[in-house]
C-alpha cells in the first residue's frame, strides 16, 4: 500500500465520542487526502491537505476537522460522532499535479463504526 | 463540476471471455482519468491512467483503457478475464482546482464478477 499506513484499522465507538484516525506515510508525499467510501456512492473526499498546515475542505467535510503539523501524518477528527459518520475511511497520498507521482496512492483503510 | 458515471454495478463475465467495465465523465477542461480496483478489505489499488498522448492505455494485470473524447468515455477492458479479476472497480477523474491542486471525482464503482 505504497508506504501508508492507517491507525486503528478498526474502530467501534459511541454517538458523541470525538474520533480521531491516523495516516502516516513513508514516501514524502507533499499532498495528503482523506476520503469516506459508502455503498452507492463510491469515495468522496473529506479533506485535504497540499502541503504542512495547509489543508482544505472537501465535499463532505461537515463534521469532520484536520490537521496535519509535520509531512508524514495527517490527521482526521470526529469532534462528536454520529451513526451516519459510519464509514470506511482511506487515506491517499500524492506528488503536486505535474510531479513525479501525481497518482493517488491509498492506504489500507479504517473501519469506523458508530453505535 | 466533475463528475462520472459507471452505469453498471454489477458486471458478470465467463472466465476466459472478454470483458468490459464502462465509464462516462464529464468535466470543463480536459480530463485527467484513472481506474482502480479495490478488493475485499483492502485499499485502492492504481491500475491505469490517462492524461495526453495514445487513446489507449496500457496498466497493471493485462487490462487497458480506451480514451474517447467524442463519447466522453474511458472504458476499462481485458481481452481474457481470470477468476482472480473478480473485484470493485472505480473509474476517476481530475481537474486541477483554482489553487492547482489535485482533486479526484469517484465513480459510485462496478462489481466485476468473473464465472468459472
Known amino acids: 500500500d505504497a508506504g501508508i499506513t492507517q491507525s486503528p484499522r478498526h474502530k467501534v465507538t459511541e454517538t458523541g465520542t470525538p474520533v480521531t484516525l491516523r495516516c502516516h506515510q513513508t514516501?514524502?508525499?507533499?499532498?495528503m487526502y482523506w476520503y469516506r467510501q459508502d455503498p452507492g456512492h463510491g469515495l468522496r473526499l473529506i479533506h485535504y491537505?497540499?502541503?504542512?498546515?495547509?489543508?482544505d475542505k472537501g465535499e463532505v467535510s461537515d463534521g469532520y476537522s484536520v490537521s496535519r503539523s509535520k509531512t508524514e501524518d495527517f490527521l482526521l477528527t470526529l469532534e462528536s460522532a454520529t451513526s451516519s459518520q459510519t464509514s470506511v475511511y482511506f487515506c491517499?497520498?500524492?506528488?503536486?499535479?505535474?510531479?513525479?507521482?501525481?497518482?493517488?496512492?491509498f492506504g489500507p483503510g479504517t473501519r469506523l463504526t458508530v453505535l | 463540476a466533475q463528475s462520472v458515471a459507471q452505469p453498471e454495478d454489477q458486471v458478470n463475465v465467463a472466465e476466459g471471455n472478454p470483458l468490459t467495465v464502462k465509464c462516462t465523465y464529464s468535466?470543463?477542461?480536459?480530463?485527467?482519468l484513472f481506474w482502480y480496483v479495490q478488493y475485499p478489505n483492502r485499499g485502492l489499488q492504481f491500475l491505469l491512467k490517462?492524461?495526453?498522448?495514445?487513446?489507449l492505455v496500457k496498466g497493471s494485470y493485462g487490462f487497458e483503457a480506451e480514451f474517447n473524447k467524442s463519447q466522453t468515455s474511458f472504458h476499462l477492458k481485458k481481452p481474457s478475464a481470470l477468476v482472480s479479476d473478480s473485484a470493485l472497480y472505480f473509474c476517476?477523474?481530475?481537474?486541477?482546482?483554482?489553487?492547482?491542486?489535485?482533486?479526484?471525482?469517484f465513480g459510485t464503482g462496478t462489481r466485476l464478477t468473473i464465472i468459472p
Open positions: 491517499a497520498i500524492s506528488d503536486p499535479p505535474g510531479g513525479i507521482t501525481d497518482t493517488q496512492y
Open positions: 514516501e514524502n508525499h507533499r499532498y
Open positions: 491537505s497540499y502541503g504542512v498546515k495547509d489543508t
Open positions: 468535466v470543463s477542461g480536459n480530463p485527467y
Open positions: 490517462y492524461i495526453t498522448g495514445d487513446n
Open positions: 476517476a477523474v481530475r481537474v486541477l482546482s483554482n489553487f492547482g491542486n489535485e482533486k479526484l471525482t
